[in-house]
């Protein structure tokens, strides 16, 4: 191939860390190169797919994920995950081929204009025309990406430049592929005075959002905790920033804390709450239940990397930077400053998490240890949690799943990874993720749970985790139903659409006809069993459970609900 474009793209990936790129064979001339850079190539069915998984890949190395695709209709499959992606702030370069450039604007094959595509799902969007720029190019995607707030730069590649020959050898070394690739501090002013404000604080609370794990901050907010006795509560982005064993722990707030939910019995210490310390969070409608969880009354103070997130919803006392940095630097200012007012809070703020959790046992214990068949999923999240390692990795998909996982399993340490496609919660994403994180972390366990009708969505990629040898394990909540869609609407129209309906499917048979392990269980007395053998099993397994059809999670809104509750009833029996 000689010096080309295509080559020069390769070492200049590899120059900020990448050694994995999730693609099929275009763009070729850059898939050629690879191997040469040892970029392994991780070869997925769909595009759809392959942006999920360099979605989670990013977010569990912490390095920025990389995903190749050719130009026209595969171009526009990577919309979707690349919206997750800004949405959710995790940085992924997205590898476009175009077609060649004395084509471009005269109808050729699969031609696109990828700049309108792409352009409210990327922070920004280069081609690469000029062979004497293309680390110009690539500097400039991987630093737009892991700068600031994350999140996905697209690199388009006219197939004709690809093969053009690069007049110098490059001469750079720097690598930004580490997110977040700079960090930087707000004014000591203003951490003086947050600090003040929660030494001096009777009811403060800290929410964690996702941004803690961009930061890789678990250390910190733990510390932070400790020192000054505070109560930490995570969004479900944020799930596992904080070890959910530690007595000051929550768990997941927001729309989902109905009356079976594990922070139900909290809500009397959020609704009091005098100061809300947001970290890395969004404020979205989700982890505020609609804006309506947090009292009107209470002072807020939010951190955050992007100065146009902070204060978004809630007037607060802005901090504008890094997680990692600032809340190390609050903390330091509050070893300096008299605690007597958290240090006797701690006992009381320990007694009534303990107590809500001792509630919330025993309200949840009939459904966690139900058995029978089909089966109940807190009894399916009962096993699964026991099985958990603080290494183990589990993955949901969007809609129910993603509750399941965030009200009913926990974090064993700061930093667990629990994901879930929450920043435009797009369906079908739980499988490729799973695969993605297996790809980051092969030494980690990866568990996916996901529902029947998202699974559906891509089920082909078992056969690329089995190809490419990336073993995670998969438990698919077989109703038969789209549930959120079936309640959603019966709580709404009290009614719903004839679109709820679908096919109970043998998922265990789709798993064994792709190379994969499928098992089918039927009755939560084998459930156990089939977990910890999967777990163990060392390839892709498919555990295929029948699951009761209208058990759902506890969506706040919908206690109370009159048609829900007879739903309810029928399920129990």
Not at 30 to 47: C, H, K, W
Not at 142 to 155: D, I, K, Q
Not at 311 to 331: H, P, Q
Not at 359 to 385: F, K, Q
Request: net charge negative; proline share 5%.
């Amino acid at each position: 191939m000689g010096s080309t474009v295509a080559r020069s793209l390769a070492a200049g990936l590899r120059r900020h860390g990448v050694s994995d790129v999730f693609g099929q064979s275009l763009p070729s001339l850059f898939f050629l190169a690879a191997p040469d850079e040892r970029i392994r190539q991780v070869v997925y069915r769909t595009e759809n797919a392959a942006g999920a998984m360099a979605d989670a890949y990013a977010r569990v190395s912490g390095k920025v994920g990389v995903v190749a695709a050719q130009n026209g209709p595969a171009a526009t499959l990577l919309v979707p995950p690349l919206a997750e992606a800004y949405k959710a702030s995790v940085p992924v370069i997205a590898v476009v081929q175009e077609v060649p450039t004395h084509a471009r604007d005269r109808n050729a094959f699969q031609e696109l204009d990828h700049g309108k595509l792409f352009e409210a799902c990327a922070k920004a969007i280069h081609r690469i025309d000029d062979p004497a720029r293309v680390d110009d190019y690539v500097d400039a995607a991987v630093t737009e990406a892991t700068s600031g707030r994350p999140g996905p730069v697209v690199l388009l590649t006219p197939k004709d430049v690809l093969a053009a020959a690069v007049p110098e050898t490059s001469t750079r070394r720097a690598g930004y592929g580490r997110f977040p690739l700079d960090r930087y501090l707000p004014g000591e002013d203003r951490i003086k005075q947050v600090a003040d404000l929660i030494a001096t604080a009777r009811h403060p609370l800290v929410v964690a959002g996702g941004g803690v794990h961009i930061s890789g901050a678990a250390a910190e907010i733990a510390e932070l905790q400790r020192v000054a006795s505070l109560p930490v509560a995570t969004t479900a982005m944020g799930k596992g920033a904080v070890d959910e064993t530690d007595p000051l722990s929550v768990g997941v707030i927001g729309y989902a804390m109905g009356a079976y939910s594990a922070t139900h019995f909290v809500r009397p210490l959020v609704e009091q709450a005098d100061l809300v310390f947001f970290v890395g969070s969004r404020t979205n409608e989700n982890a505020t239940d609609a804006w309506r969880l947090f009292p009107p009354a209470a002072t807020y103070v939010h951190l955050d990397m992007d100065p146009v997130e902070v204060g978004r919803n809630y007037e607060s006392v802005r901090l504008v930077g890094d997680a990692k940095l600032t809340l190390r630097a609050i903390t330091e200012q509050l070893r300096a400053m008299s605690l007597d007012v958290r240090t006797a809070a701690r006992e009381q703020v320990v007694g009534q998490i303990a107590e809500a959790r001792a509630r919330h046992r025993e309200r949840i214990a009939e459904r966690a240890t139900a058995d029978g068949s089909p089966v109940r999923p807190e009894r399916i999240m009962h096993e699964l949690d026991a099985l958990l390692t603080p290494d183990t990795i589990v993955v949901a998909d969007a809609s129910y799943s993603s509750i399941w996982m965030s009200n009913y399993l926990r974090a064993r340490r700061g930093g667990q990874r629990f994901l879930s496609p929450r920043g435009l919660a797009g369906l079908g994403w739980g499988l490729p993720m799973a695969i993605g994180a297996k790809a980051a972390s092969p030494e980690s366990p990866v568990v996916a749970v996901v529902g029947d009708g998202g699974f559906a969505h891509c089920w082909s990629e078992l056969e690329t985790a089995v190809r490419m040898d990336l073993p995670v394990t998969v438990i698919v909540l077989n109703n038969a139903i789209l549930g959120y869609q079936k309640h959603s609407e019966l709580h709404q129209f009290a009614e719903h659409t004839s679109a709820i309906g679908i096919t109970r499917i043998d998922h265990g048979a789709i798993a064994d006809a792709c190379g994969a392990r499928g098992v089918r269980v039927d009755s939560a007395a084998g459930l156990g069993d089939a977990l910890r053998e999967a777990l163990g099993s060392g390839r892709t397994t498919v555990l295929d459970v029948l699951t009761v059809a209208d058990a759902f999670p506890p969506v706040s809104a919908w206690d109370g609900d009159a048609v829900l509750g007879e739903l309810t009833a029928g399920a129990a029996s």
